[in-house]
Nanobody
């Protein structure tokens, strides 16, 4: 079984910075894509950023230029560095792992999610 655990959430003032991290554990051979999604109260879950095994990155327009995603393939971790935070960034942030190969010659499984970490940005 693959598990994802997020950390780093908290309360920050508008314009401030915050860093999130996520660690995947279990019998993992490789992970194709790792990413971050968020969900605010009363709203649907939305894409924030993702990064491939080759370090290609993709961002939602709302966070482009402010958030930076990175990963460590050897440790199966992904991080999200957030700067110039806005109140509208307030949400529960979820870590995602897609295209997970649990053993060298096994099939690829989709998809795994963490429990989420709360990010609150005050005005």
């Amino acid at each position: 079984q693959v598990q994802l655990v997020e950390s780093g959430g908290g309360l920050v003032q508008a314009g401030g910075s915050l860093g999130l991290s996520c660690a995947a554990s279990g019998s993992i051979f490789s992970i194709n894509t790792m990413g971050w999604y968020r969900q605010a109260p009363g709203k649907e879950r939305e894409f924030v950023a993702r990064i491939t095994q080759e370090a290609n990155t993709y961002y939602a327009n709302s966070v482009k230029g402010r958030f930076t995603i990175s990963r460590d393939n050897a440790k199966n971790t992904v991080a999200l560095q957030m700067i110039s935070l806005k109140p509208e960034d307030t949400a529960v942030y979820y870590c995602n792992a897609d295209g997970v190969q649990v053993r060298r010659y096994g099939s690829i499984d989709n998809s795994y999610w963490g429990q989420g970490t709360q990010v609150t940005v005050s005005s």
